[in-house]
């Protein structure tokens, strides 16, 4: 529900740069497609929510660096979050930054 947080240097390369899509079912709707590229947008990187993870680049490499770190933000914040204490967020202006 609260989708990528800001707690990990990992996740602070896809803070405002990161989109997410609502589950659909099996993915067998064409439809769906164009929903996926709206929601997309001009990010590289995407959650499904309850699916996984999309990344996207300019070429094969690229790509790959973008899910790369995606899935080692996704795996610091199960950590953080199974930890049960609270977390600690750095400022905005360095999140931006």
């Known amino acids: 529900e609260q989708g990528l947080l800001p707690i990990s240097q990992h996740a602070l390369k896809f803070y405002e740069r ?12 064409e439809a769906e497609r164009a ?13 499904l929510r309850n ?3 999309l990344a996207a680049g300019t070429t094969v490499a690229e790509a790959f660096i973008v899910i790369y770190y995606l899935e080692r933000a996704c795996q610091a914040q199960v950590a953080a979050l199974a930890g049960g204490s609270r ?10 930054h």
Not at 35 to 45: E, S, T
Not at 87 to 96: D, E, G, H, K, N
């Open 18 to 29: 990161i989109s997410y899509h609502e589950y659909e079912g099996i993915a067998s709707d």
């Open 51 to 53: 699916h996984g993870l």
């Open 87 to 96: 977390l600690t967020y750095p400022p905005v202006a360095v999140r931006q």
């Open 35 to 47: 929903r996926l590229v709206a929601d997309l947008g001009n990010n590289k990187a995407m959650v």
